[in-house]
């Protein structure tokens, strides 16, 4: 028993040794509180943001001109808001609050990672005057110690004034002065309850809670802060009601001159979040921060969007470029003027994205072996939703109805062939594939985001990720904008490198790009080429509320949002027309893309292993056989070749319809229907008109067969009846309101034939028929004047029309 003893006396000894020394590792170099203030005076150093050449992008301070205040002049309001937003047991601790403490460690184990600070606003104090960001257990030792030096020799309204004019409140405002004159425009001792506790809600997380940034999450803030206020005694119920009941209005950021703000903004809050640098060293530490942006691609961005909704009351928008094969980002704009809006669209909005999502389900179909050939139905549709009520889809199809290959159903972005889609290849593969292609926000499992019906919507910057790994034939990589990071004596706080995963099968990569190109080129998005090979996709939501072009060549790729603030607020008269993903968005892009890559050589995209050219029935989307009556070349995966049409599997026989005198398109359309081939040879047939089937091989009546050659001549009408040449007079030439003015079409003339139609059309909504008409206007012309219009018609139907504009004062 006594060994025993003696041996738990040596372990307990060897413990508190061990103990000992690890505290006194820990503390050692702990500074000294002697004074406070003293430390937190004459060591700011600028910070310098630098673009991926080495300019200037931003130089980061805190507020020259701050202004500490004394506690007696900062609002009651607001005190209390911060006390008890950030702890609520301050005036009962002394620096360390055991239960925050326990409540932070809980939620750090539940999470897995430290996930929560418990730190009292002694311990915020601590930190911002000397440590780091990082939440470690030897950081919580030192700053327990020091925050139970500070509360040893000073009272706790020291503590709060301190804490007050020291902490950082956003927009390089640190004190409360300096943050009262940056949201409201006024000293702090006139801010209002809910102003108050705007202010004091912002403390936890500037960058996700400014009013400025995130106008809604810094008014959900606010009322928290009302609330636990209310709670804890501070103020009323009814004041609380009344508070926040109040807009948040405030005076406009009024920051210093920055290059690329949207961009600088969200490199600020990517620091934060890194945990390895803090608001302080931010703005007061002296650091270089090295980034990815590229200066000529960023104005580009800027200009396109500035040159195509240069209106004031024209929609906002985004865009947001990146390296695909890096997810470096190379420009960024979050709307059309921080100045005015400096919450950034490219990074924090996220909005419906329309057709701009059906990319996601393409994908998924294409690797699960669906042919880009394969025929759907067309059209409006009800379709069955296992457990779910039916679905009734319309939207573009252009009014076709029957089959459609889904090939033309993408370039086309017809919804119904993407409802079917979905229901085919399922919703939750779909939501597999876009969050591996990049899409980092939680999707919804349901069919309708193969329409872009999303919950919460998707951020620009997202989407150009998710379209990057189809540019990076597969791979996907994250969007990073910091290359490095260094103090102010070169040593490297933080450097970030490329991080690709995979994302999905080259070859399935490379197919959608092939089907995507034909967006550009003739789908929705023509507005969009550029010159070189290009893909991409365009997006409109219902109302006309969003509009997207994401698009990419095989070294860029660039997403664009187009709509208003209000998310509700629709598009339908911009520039006098509806805003669709093919019309600014496009353009913008298009103007982009082509400033941004101007003087680089185009390039392709590089075909992968796995992909086979074979001929295909056009009529089903199967291969080809002998008997297809018409044939195409497309790609498809080698290990998932569509079958052999069976419809066709032997030559179909049938009697050869008359097509002599019907136009070429009608006869074509006869042919088709009978699954007959044919070729057209087009010459000059004396007083046949241009379009007409002047003669058939085989003749009306003949058998034939699906594999029968079968040739149409068609006249070119080059001696066919010509057009007659209008012509008139207008008496007097200038005009009066009021007052009958007179045209005269006699000079106009039929070489081969008669005039037997005249028809007058007036700018003012007037129209006549004759060969001379009156006419009076109803007001003053446009300083153009009023457009006269005649339009003839001869005895063979043959039209023809002049035009002249005519002052009426």
Known sequence: ??????????????????????????????????????????????????????????????????????????????????????????????????????????????????????????????????????????????????????????????????????????????????????????????????????????????????????????????????????????????????????????????????????????????????????????????????????????????????????????????????????????????????????????????????????????????????????????????????????????????????????????????????AQLILQVGADETVETAEKMGISTKLNADPAIALGGLETGVSPIEMASAYGTLANGGTATQPYGIVQVTNQSGAELLAVAPKPSAGIDPAVAYLETDMLTGVITRGTGTAAAIGRPAAGKTGTTQEYRDAWFVGYTPDLVAAVWVGYPEAQREMTNVHGRKVTGGSFPAQIWAKFMKAALAGRKAAGFVKPDGLVSKQYCADTGLLATDFCPKKAAGLFLADNLPKTCDVHIVPITVKMPNLVGMTKEAAAAALQKLLLTFKVIEKDVPGKAAGTVTDQTPVAGSTVTTTTPITLTVATGSNANKAPTASFKVTPAQGQVGKVMTFDASDSTDADGTIVKYLWEFGDGGTAEGKTASHTFSGPSPATGWSVTLWLTDDDGATASAAKSVVVK
């Not at 025993?4 to 500074?31: E, M, N, T, W």
């Not at 190379?330 to 329309?354: C, E, I, K, S, Y």
């Open 1 to 418: 028993m006594r060994a025993i003893g003696c041996l738990l006396l040596f372990l307990v000894a060897a413990a508190l040794v061990v103990g000992g020394l690890f505290y006194y590792s820990v503390v050692r170099d702990v500074p000294q509180i002697d004074d406070l203030k003293a430390q937190q005076k004459g060591r700011d150093q600028t910070t310098v943001i630098l673009d991926k050449d080495g300019g200037v992008l931003a130089k980061l301070y805190a507020e020259e001109n701050r202004t500490d205040v004394k506690l007696a002049d900062v609002p009651p309001a607001l005190r209390n808001g911060v006390v008890a937003v950030e702890d609520k047991r301050f005036y009962e601790h002394k620096g360390v609050d055991p239960l925050g403490i326990l409540r932070a460690f809980l939620t750090d184990v539940k999470e897995g990672e430290a996930a929560q600070g418990g730190s009292t606003i002694t311990q915020q104090l601590v930190k911002q005057a000397f440590l780091t960001a990082e939440k470690t257990a030897k950081r919580k030792i030192r700053e327990a110690v020091l925050a139970n030096r500070i509360e040893s020799r000073m009272d706790k309204d020291e503590i709060l004034e301190l804490y007050l004019n020291t902490i950082y409140y956003g927009h390089g405002s640190y004190g409360v002065e300096a943050a009262s004159q940056a949201y409201f425009g006024k000293h702090a001792k006139d801010l209002s309850l809910a102003e108050s506790a705007l202010i004091a809600g912002v403390i936890r997380s500037p960058g996700n809670y400014s009013p400025y940034l995130q106008p809604d999450a810094a008014k959900e803030r606010r009322d928290l802060v009302l609330r636990l206020m209310a709670e804890q005694g501070y103020i009323t119920a009814a004041e609380q009601a009344a508070a926040a009941a109040t807009p948040v209005k405030t005076a406009g950021l009024k920051g210093r001159q920055v290059a690329a703000p949207y961009f600088v903004e969200y490199l600020k809050a990517q620091l934060i979040a890194t945990g390895k640098v803090t608001d302080s060293q931010i703005y007061r530490g002296g650091l270089t921060i090295r980034t990815t942006l590229d200066p000529k691609m960023q104005k580009a961005a800027e200009a396109a969007i500035a040159g195509t909704l240069d209106r004031e009351s024209d929609p906002s928008a985004a865009l947001v470029a990146l390296d695909p094969k890096t997810g470096a980002v190379l420009a960024m704009v979050g709307g059309r003027d921080f100045a005015t809006q400096q919450f950034n669209a490219a990074v924090q909005g996220h909005r419906q994205p329309g057709s701009a999502f059906k990319p996601f389900v393409l994908a998924t179909a294409l690797g699960a072996g669906v042919s880009p050939e394969a025929a759907f139905e067309c059209g409006p549709m009800t379709l069955k939703v296992p457990g779910a009520p039916d679905w009734k889809v319309t939207g573009a199809s252009g009014g076709r109805t029957g089959k459609m290959r889904l090939r033309e159903a993408t370039e086309q972005s017809v919804n119904s062939v993407y």
